[in-house]
Structures are given as C-alpha cells and as structure tokens.
C-alpha cells in the first residue's frame, strides 16, 4: 500500500509539474521522501526548489501554485481518500500528510498477506547468481568470510523476496599454488611429529589446525614412522587437506544457516581444454596479442586502466584465465545477472573481470562486483588483531560459539558493506534492549505474551475496523509497518541488507514506544480487539524481515 500510494502520487505529480515548466525545459524527476521530522508530514517533496532557477522564481510561490494545482487534480482521482491534506513549508517543500484510511489499509494488508507481505515483483524473474564467501580451502572461514556469508545469504532471500530467481553458489579455488602449499604445510608439521627436523617455510600455514590435520592424517593412515610418511607424495597430503577443510568451512556455514544451493570447483570447470577453448575464442575476436612471449588480454578494450596477461611465457596461466572460464560457464547455464560478493583486497581486480565478460559478448551490467568492508572483533573492550597465514585470527566457529548464530548474522549486517565494522562480542552476548538483535527478537515474543493474555480475556483480533486507532504512538507505529516494502526496494536497489536492518531497529523501537504508552487489553473491548491486531501487524512483519536476514523468530524469551 505505501509503495503503491507512492508511486501512484510520484506519477500524478510529474505529469501535473510539466505545465509549470517553459517549454523545451528540462523538467526535474519527482522525488518523495520521508521526513526525519513527522511534523513534516509522511511524504515530502522537495521539486519546487529545484524548480526555482528554471522557472526564475520564489521556491515558496512555486511550492505553493503546485501543491494548489495538484490538490484540485486530486479530488477527481482515487488518491483523495488517502491523502488528508497538503502543506507548503520552508524553504519550499511540499509536504503530504496520508488520512486514516490509509493507515486503516495497510493494517488490512498486512494481515490479510502474512508472511506475503512485502513481497514484490521488482526483480521481474530475473536469474540471479550470487557467488560469495568462496575462501580458499586453505584454513577455517575468518570473520571476513563470515560478513561475507551473511551479506550473501541475506541478500539471496531478499532478492527472491522482490521477485528474482536468485540461487548462492560457493567456488571452490581446488587449484593454484595455494593448495600446494596447504599440503606442504601439512606434510611438514606431520614430519616435526614423527620426529624429524624441518625447517617450516615463511608462507606456510601455520595455524594450529594444520598440526591437528596432520595428526589426524597419520592416524588415519596408521603411519608409525618417518619412512612410511615419506612415502606418500604432496598430491596424498594437498587432496586431504582440500577434503578435511572443505567438510569444516561447509559445517560452519550450515550452522551459520547459509547453505549453498551450488558448489563449483575450478577444478572442473576450468580445465585444460576449456580454458584453451576460451583463448581459441579471444584469438578469433582479435582480442589477445603475444609480447614479450606471453599473450595478452586486450582488456583496455573494454575500459579496464591495461592489458592483461592470461598466459606466461612459461606455459602458465595467470590467475585470471580460469576466472574468465568460469563466469563464462556461470553465464552459459542461463543466469542474466551475475553478483560477486568480495572483499576489500580484490577491489583492483574488477575492471580486468568485467572487462572478460564484454569481451565473452555479454552486456557490462552482466557483472556486478560487491565489496564488503573488513570487519574488526572487538573482546572486553580490545580489538583483536588477526593474520590469517599465521593463524591468528577469530574464526566464524569461534563467533558462532560465543554469541549464537542470530547475534552473529545480525552483528555482521549492521553497516552498509561498504562500511568497516565493528563487532563487539560483549553487547551481542547480552540479552537486554541494549543489543539491537535481542530488542527486535524480544519485540516478536512480546506479541505472543499478548495475544495469551487476549484469550484469557477472551479478546479476538479485529480484521476490518480499525477506526479507534488514532494515537500518535499507534499512527507511527502503522506508517512504519507500511514502509517495509520500501525498505526491501532500498535493499534491491543498493544489493544490501543494512536498510533492512535499519527498518527492523526502527520498527521495534516504534513497537516498544507504543507498548510502554498504551495498553492492549484494555476495558474496552472494540479498542482492545484493534490494539491487538495492531500489534499481530507488527508481528508479521518483524518477523518476514528477521527470516529474510536469516535470524530466528522467537515465540518467548
């Protein structure tokens, strides 16, 4: 309903404003937002002063002739029952107060749509793939993989939420000299164990969990000497460490509630042959030219600040070359709109990636690349300092163990992802309104208390009348229900959960303001029946919106 009211009063507007304007003028587009100060009504807009220049007048006159001008146009349409009145403040806005009738439909709506409400058809069945966390299977999944993970899954059920296919999917990096490593750093520690003497290279792994990997691989093998150790090749020790790490980081994610609808693994998809197949393709279109020996990607071509090297005069292939094999093959299986979700460390890395995908032949948009901030642990108060090589650094298990998977995905969605967070373990363990999670959660289960006392006062909940709710509290907290389908278009349009997570803070805060001014099961038994289908409202739709984060919906806390 407020999206529906919005748009239809964003519409009306702009073809009102054109007789205004000179002309051959160029008319500005309408932009309706919702006032930080509710004195300002429940929609603002801001169009007369951006108007003023062009028109060459007073942004008050302007403001004024328009609201004057659209009031007279809306007493013939159906936008008159939901506007009560329109307003000229300074220094020009003009400002939209909604009647009670709106706010009587949206509780109708909400209602009537349970979990349905706020769902959308934004993303017009577009088949969306969301590729992300994707850490190598080098060592348990670090904090950063863990933001990641949420930002991820959250964004994968709000996308579907507004009308996109979109799946998840998890690429495996089973390849490179990374893995070779991790098996050299087992081999080395399952050595020192035997007894045997080594000198523990400078980029090895070398976390604790390497020396119970190759504690666990002489047992498994029933290795009893160094000689028997030593006969197995690097391959025996990189393929069990790949297995073993792989079964920990997907154990992890399950408890952490994202599972991944796709796994994919560069070592089946780009192969040998696939890869020569692509720069078969790039050699035909002209786009790869040998210097120096190596044959490079004309991806300046296609914006990128230079070209790049996809095959070294060694024979070799740079890490790129499989990359472009698989959003080839990403592509190839149908899905029109590809989102990668990486860290800050990867940021150079675009340009060369979404050049790969123009020169394939798709569309630029083809490929989005989202980078989600670093995030920092911070424990009684000290922030704890990480190095992932050498294994210092909090793990998504540690997390998971300390504060719970609800507090951990919401922690980790609490900022913009282009925004450096902080963790605090200490307020997301706590169970008071202090931690945001616990605020919303205790909203929820505060409904279910309700309604038991509703029964035993033999108090059912209205579904058509709601004209006894006219308290300031009870009106905020009706417009702020309305505004969730808004919330999930800003995550839509901006491919983050943090508006979400704003929303359902707001929301809970509005929930409670109105709770401590009001009660619900009160003497009369029509405003009782109202209050409490206000308050099922507000139920609804805190929880469609933790479900969409991936966070649990309490019935008592």
Known sequence: MFNQIKENLQQSLQQLIKEFFPA???????????????????LACNIALKSAKIMKKAPMLIAQEMKDAFWRQMQSSTLKDYIQSIEVKNPGFINFHFSQKFFESILKEIIERKDQFGQSDLGKQTKVLLEFVSANPTGPLSIAHARQAAVGDA????????????????????????????????????????????????DGYQ????????????????????TTLNSFDLDAFRSYGTTELLDIINKDLEDFGVIFKHWAYESKIA?????????????????VYKKE????????????????????????????TPDIVYHKNKLERGYQKLINIWGPDHHGYIPRLKASVEALG?????????????????????????????????????????????AARFFFLMRHIN????????????????????????AHARVYSINNNAREAQVSAASADFTLLKEEEEIQLIKKLGE???????????LDPFPLVNYLQESAACFHRFYDAHRVIVDDKDLASQRLALVNAARIVLANGLKLLGVSTPEKM
């Open 24 to 42: 051959g003028s160029s008319i500005p587009p309408i932009e309706l937002e919702i006032p930080s100060d509710k004195q300002h009504g429940d």
């Open 419 to 442: 925004a450096h967070l902080d963790f605090d373990l200490e307020l997301a363990k706590k169970q008071t309104p202090e931690n945001p999670v616990y605020y919303i959660q205790y």
């Open 271 to 287: 192969t040998y042959n696939r890869i020569e197949e692509l720069l078969d393709y790039l050699q035909r279109k002209l786009l």
């Open 362 to 406: 798709y569309e630029a948009g083809a490929l989005e690349v989202l980078i989600v901030q670093l995030a920092t642990i911070y424990k009684q108060g000290k922030a704890v300092s990480m190095s992932t090589r050498r294994g210092q650094y909090i793990s998504l298990r540690e997390v998971i163990d300390e504060v719970g998977t609800d």
């Open 207 to 226: 976390g604790e969990y390497i020396r119970d990997m190759a504690q666990d691989f002489i047992r498994k093998n029933n290795i009893k000497d160094i």
């Open 155 to 202: 964004l994968v059920n709000i996308l579907n939420f507004v009308g996109c296919q979109a799946e998840g999917e998890y690429y495996v990096n089973d390849g490179g000299n990374q893995i070779n490593i991790l098996g050299q750093s087992i081999r080395y520690r399952a050595q020192e164990i035997l007894g045997q003497s080594v000198d523990f290279p400078e």
């Open 293 to 320: 020996g190596a044959l490079w990607f004309k991806s300046t071509d296609f914006g990128d600040d230079k070209d790049r090297v996809v095959k070294k005069s060694d024979g070799s292939y740079t890490y790129l």
């Open 484 to 494: 969730f389908p808004l919330a999930l278009a800003h995550c839509y349009q901006q």
